[in-house]
């Protein structure tokens, strides 16, 4: 039986030999996805959506690029099996591809050092008021030092991480350096080591009033979705900062912007909303106390080279089991 791959063209281009080697003899021909809509092909077997399929799309809004990759997956019906360069599954698309019985797959880990780092950054920034001094160099104010407020130590500060998958342990390993407490908030509530307390997502509440810092790095799931809304922030210390590099829906919005409003949070940095790109009329965009990035806390130039390699291996695999 000859497998039919859908790809973009740069993909093809970029992967043709090792894909080859990978088949090792077995018939197959590349489906090449056109960026435009209306060349759908309806004899796809397996399909790789690659960050050039899904261009500057976002959840809610789609480039033609992306509609015109799903077009092909909707009008196949011996698909069996679709990978993603992205790290989650919350893309409409999935539940329904999953529906069919078609398997899909994550890139999870690919940009989990980048997420951490940005994660990271964010923290920094707000602990050393960053974004204030910022705001003082564009004005052109030399800020005396009666006029600015002291960072406190980020040493025996707490921060409670939300998700342990490889962003969560990376970063918390990286705050204990920096002198922090650690607790965790994931899955399961069975420890992740001997020192540091661990709770279910259910269970947030018995660590919000200690936490410093709440740093959500955890999947979407009904679990998770909504898990931060008023009751959570306002059971944080008056002060506590909030870091999302998870994604916008584990947040209630409306909910995070009148604690900022109100001063009982000290700040927040935030890479994802409940929906993207960020509306212009958010009051987001504007808060002091606010740092604000378009989804990007993952992007780096080694990314690609990670997904292909993740792509390629799971190809492997999925030729072994049913190929």
């Keep these: 039986m000859t497998i039919r791959i859908l790809l973009s063209r740069d993909t093809a281009e970029r992967l043709r030999e090792p894909i080859a080697k990978v088949m090792n003899g077995r018939p197959y021909e590349l489906r090449i996805a056109e960026p435009t809509l209306g060349h759908a092909y309806d004899d796809v077997d397996l399909a790789y959506i690659s960050r050039e399929v899904t261009g500057a799309s976002t959840k809610h809004v789609l480039m033609e690029s992306l509609q015109a990759f799903y077009e092909s997956l909707r009008a196949s019906p011996g698909l069996r099996w679709v990978h993603v360069h992205s790290a989650g599954l919350d893309r409409p698309i999935f539940p329904e591809l999953k529906a069919r019985g078609v398997e899909v797959s994550a890139s999870a880990g690919a940009n989990s050092e980048p997420v951490m780092q940005t994660a990271l950054a964010g923290l920094l920034a707000l602990n050393?008021?960053?974004?204030?001094?910022?705001?003082?160099?564009?004005?052109?104010?030399?800020?005396?030092?009666?006029?600015?407020?002291?960072?406190?130590?980020?040493?025996?500060?707490?921060?409670?991480?939300?998700?342990w998958g490889s962003i969560g342990q990376r970063?918390?390993?990286?705050?204990?350096?920096?002198?922090?407490?650690i607790a965790?908030?994931?899955?399961?509530?069975?420890?992740?080591d001997a020192?540091?307390?661990?709770?279910?997502?259910?269970?947030?509440?018995?660590?919000l009033p200690r936490a410093d810092w709440l740093i959500l790095a955890c999947?979407?799931?009904?679990?998770?979705?909504?898990?931060?809304?008023?009751?959570?922030?306002?059971?944080?210390?008056?002060?506590?900062?909030?870091?999302?590099?998870?994604?916008?829906?584990?947040?209630?919005?409306?909910?995070?912007?009148?604690?900022?409003?109100?001063?009982?949070?000290?700040?927040?940095?935030?890479?994802?909303?409940?929906?993207?790109?960020?509306?212009?009329?958010?009051?987001?965009?504007?808060?002091?106390?606010?740092?604000?990035?378009?989804?990007?806390?993952?992007?780096?130039?080694?990314?690609?080279?990670?997904?292909?390699?993740?792509?390629?291996r799971k190809l492997e695999e999925w030729l072994r089991a049913y190929g």
């Design 195 to 207: 020192e540091t307390e661990t709770v279910a997502f259910e269970d947030i509440g018995k660590l």
């Design 128 to 163: 050393r008021r960053m974004h204030v001094l910022l705001d003082a160099q564009r004005q052109g104010r030399w800020l005396k030092a009666t006029e600015l407020k002291i960072p406190r130590d980020l040493a025996g500060q707490t921060a409670v991480i939300v998700g």
């Design 219 to 312: 999947p979407l799931s009904e679990r998770t979705r909504g898990l931060v809304d008023g009751r959570a922030l306002a059971a944080l210390p008056e002060g506590a900062h909030l870091i999302n590099v998870a994604r916008g829906e584990v947040v209630v919005e409306a909910d995070l912007i009148e604690a900022l409003r109100a001063g009982r949070l000290g700040g927040a940095y935030l890479d994802v909303y409940e929906h993207e790109p960020l509306d212009a009329g958010s009051p987001l965009w504007h808060m002091p106390n606010v740092i604000a990035t378009p989804h990007a806390a993952g992007h780096s130039d080694g990314n690609a080279k990670r997904v292909d390699a993740i792509w390629l």
């Design 184 to 192: 965790v908030v994931r899955s399961s509530a069975e420890p992740v």
């Design 171 to 181: 970063l918390g390993a990286v705050l204990k350096l920096l002198g922090l407490k």
